[in-house]
T-cell receptor
Framework: DTAVSQTPKYLVTQMGNDKSIKCEQNLGHDTMYWYKQDSKKFLKIMFSYNNKELIINETVPNRFSPKSPDKAHLNLHINSLELGDSAVYFC???????????FGQGTRLTVV | AQSVTQLGSHVSVSEGALVLLRCNYSSSVPPYLFWYVQYPNQGLQLLLKYTTGATLVKGINGFEAEFKKSETSFHLTKPSAHMSDAAEYFCAVSDRGTGKLIFGQGTTLQVKP
């Protein structure tokens, strides 16, 4: 009964391809996030959705597009992948605006 | 803008020794503060949090942290390190405007036998 689950866990792809990462949470939370962890393990928020509505959109290239079909799902689609997109992407959810976030296991994206 | 600074990117202790991981924050309003642990190839797990009330908060796995407003600190401690504590530790503050979590750069804890 994984609370926040992401698929796939590993993703290796060539430059220029388009890929998607899926995320689902069964915690009943209203808010979901995408975070990026770079090679130095620094974590930075990319997007946040609340009840399917985009509320945070950090300075992220337009090639990244989140989609939330319902409040339990938040997917991340990436177009025209670049080498610099290689990182670990974490999905997270939280019950409220200022509360802790619960993280998925991460998706390690490697662009070759 | 709020920010979090973790002093020491790498901390090494012997098994059984005190663990002290330092975190300082900058915030114009009382913050909500969190410590997370990340084991290799895994996601982040919440260790403990401070929102309001008691400034000494206890978390999982024997960890605790004390919120000191005068020092703008939220250091994480554990009296006796176990080998299983070896991991990456992140301090985070909740942005009071947007609610997003702002993370420190992380501290790698090494536990030597």
């Amino acid at each position: 009964d994984t609370a926040v689950s992401q698929t796939p866990k590993y993703l290796v792809t060539q430059m220029g391809n388009d890929k998607s990462i899926k995320c689902e949470q069964n915690l009943g939370h209203d808010t979901m996030y995408w975070y990026k962890q770079d090679s130095k393990k620094f974590l930075k928020i990319m997007f946040s959705y609340n009840n399917k509505e985009l509320i945070i959109n950090e300075t992220v290239p337009n090639r990244f597009s989140p989609k939330s079909p319902d409040k339990a799902h938040l997917n991340l689609h990436i177009n025209s992948l670049e080498l610099g997109d290689s990182a670990v992407y974490f999905c997270a959810s939280s019950p409220g605006k200022y509360t802790e976030a619960f993280f998925g296991q991460g998706t390690r994206l490697t662009v070759v | 803008a709020q920010s979090v600074t973790q002093l020491g990117s790498h901390v090494s202790v012997s098994e059984g020794a005190l663990v002290l991981l330092r975190c300082n924050y900058s915030s114009s309003v009382p913050p909500y503060l969190f410590w997370y642990v990340q084991y290799p190839n895994q996601g982040l797990q919440l260790l403990l949090k401070y929102t309001t009330g008691a400034t000494l908060v206890k978390g999982i796995n024997g960890f605790e942290a004390e919120f000191k407003k005068s020092e703008t600190s939220f250091h994480l401690t554990k009296p006796s390190a176990h080998m299983s504590d070896a991991a990456e530790y992140f301090c985070a503050v909740s942005d009071r405007g947007t609610g997003k979590l702002i993370f420190g750069q992380g501290t790698t804890l090494q536990v030597k036998p």
